[in-house]
């Protein structure tokens, strides 16, 4: 049992490059999330997904999108990265909605020049 | 909307002391959870302990504890026999039971365990 993984670790992109960062749970969690951790601040909700096919927008959405075809994998795109989108990304599972508990991935940690 | 304050950015103890994180937080709602995460180096999250908002009873795991006052929306962390591993950053965090299960973090506390 893997728990939550993520990939890659690191990254560094050029302004305006794309890319996805990958999430997977093999718990067989629900709901799914992305936050962002920028330096002396907590985490901050990107989007959610309470489901397959169910994604929807958290505080700081714009810039990324998601999609959720399956229950294990939750990607997040970044279309056309920015500077301001340096930061530390982290993805998060839960049982289901009700089911206190997020577990949270190692973290994704990108760099955009 | 909620929001979750951290007053102590920074915190230092020696080994062995206890310390205590404070944590306050602002909600309409009745039924929530709260969180207290730890953040060592490595960036993981850890969730150190949960309390359940109903529960009259101050939630306790091992050396970590919480003081959860509800009518003062507090809810802080008390770290007794502190170790060289509990440093770390810590975050409170709030969730509502219903609706869209959203962690709303504080700006997270810095302690350092001293030898």
């Known amino acids: 049992n893997a728990g939550v993984t993520q990939t890659p670790k690191f990254q560094v992109l050029k302004t305006g490059q794309s890319m996805t960062l990958q999430c997977a749970q093999d718990?067989?969690?629900?709901?799914m999330s992305w936050y962002r951790q920028d330096p002396g601040m907590g985490l901050r909700l990107i989007h959610y997904?309470?489901?397959?096919?169910?994604?929807d927008q958290g505080e700081v959405p714009n810039g990324y999108n998601v999609s959720r075809s399956t229950t294990e994998d939750f990607p997040l795109r970044l279309l056309s990265a920015a500077p301001s989108q340096t930061s530390v990304y982290f993805c998060?599972?839960?049982?289901?909605?009700?089911?206190?508990?997020?577990?949270f991935g190692p973290g994704t940690r990108l760099l955009v020049l | 909307a909620q929001t979750v304050t951290q007053s102590q950015p920074e915190m230092s103890v020696q080994e062995a002391e206890t310390v205590t994180l404070s944590c306050t937080y602002d909600?309409?709602?009745?039924?929530?959870?709260l969180f207290w995460y730890k953040q060592p180096p490595s960036r993981q999250m850890i969730l150190v302990i949960r309390?359940?908002?109903?529960?009259?009873q101050n939630a306790t795991e091992n050396r970590f504890s919480v003081n959860f006052q509800k009518a003062a929306k507090s809810f802080s962390l008390k770290i007794s026999d502190s170790q060289l591993g509990d440093t770390a950053m810590y975050f409170c965090?709030?969730?509502?039971?219903?609706?869209?299960?959203?962690?709303?973090f504080g700006q997270g506390t810095r302690l350092t365990i001293n030898p």
């Open positions: 998060a599972s839960q049982r289901s909605p009700g089911q206190e508990t997020q577990y």
């Open positions: 718990m067989n969690h629900e709901y």
């Open positions: 997904s309470v489901g397959a096919g169910i994604t």
């Open positions: 909600t309409s709602e009745n039924n929530y959870y």
């Open positions: 309390q359940e908002a109903y529960k009259q």
């Open positions: 965090a709030f969730m509502k039971v219903q609706g869209a299960q959203k962690l709303v």
